[in-house]
């Protein structure tokens, strides 16, 4: 984002002093902040869309951004910066940015996408286990979108990284254990992610036991 003042560039082109735009900074840990978070619900939309991953566009017409890996990677990137800046991650800032990576196409699907879903924010959900299971959402692709986000948070480098880890444990492993594919892909990040010094509650071995007779953890 920056400002510009018209008659001081109308002045500079005149022969004028140099031209100075404000431009605002980004906050120095914004990825580490908010990457997660985007790099999470990206992943969401693709595991529930594993054909948007690559589509090759026509020979004719490859200067148009289009999805690859590469792209989505540079969406969730840009996607967070959006968010660092205080803008909705469905905002129309974040809406340019993910269609200047993957084209309008999946863009516009990635954000109806973010709009329908309505997650509750990961971090209020990591304050306290017992209220987040409350306000897990019904549907089940929001409630296992919702423990992903959680699972990733929980896992980033945080002063109480141990005590969030415990806490997403407390909140993904109940899901898991009535809901199986609901809850696998946070329970399985979870169980990839042991945080040295963190208790594990009861039901965590109960979740690792289970991922390692589906193969989905080396016995």
Same mark, same amino acid.
């Given at each position: 984002r920056w400002t510009l003042d018209a008659a001081a560039f /109308?002045?500079?082109?005149l022969g004028g002093k140099g031209l100075a735009i404000d431009i605002e900074v980004l906050a120095k840990d914004w990825e580490k902040k908010f990457g997660h978070v985007a790099?999470? =619900? !990206?992943v969401s939309y693709l595991r529930r869309n594993p054909g948007a991953v690559l589509e =090759?566009? #026509?020979?004719?017409?490859?200067s148009k951004p289009w999805p690859s890996p590469r792209s989505w990677e540079t969406a969730a990137r840009l996607l967070a910066a959006v968010m660092s800046l205080g803008e909705r991650k469905e905002s129309d800032l974040a809406h340019l940015a993910v269609a200047g990576c993957v084209?309008?196409?999946q863009a516009e699907s990635f954000m109806s996408w973010l709009?329908?879903? $309505?997650l509750p924010d990961p971090e209020e959900l990591l304050k306290d286990a017992e209220k987040a299971l409350k306000k897990l959402p019904k549907?089940?692709?929001q409630r296992g979108v919702t423990l992903e986000a959680v699972a990733v948070a929980a896992c980033q480098d945080h002063p109480d990284k141990i005590k969030r880890w415990e806490t997403a444990w407390a909140i993904v492993g #109940? !899901? /898991?254990?009535?809901? $199986?594919?609901v809850g696998m892909p946070a329970a399985k990040y979870l169980a990839k992610n042991i945080v040295p010094g963190a208790k594990r509650p009861p039901e965590t071995k109960q979740v690792i036991e289970i991922l390692k007779k589906a193969g989905l953890l080396p016995s």
């Open positions: /109308f002045d500079y082109m790099r999470s =619900l !990206v =090759l566009p #026509p020979e004719h017409d490859t084209g309008d196409g709009i329908a879903i $309505n549907r089940h692709d #109940p !899901v /898991f254990i009535k809901e $199986n594919d």
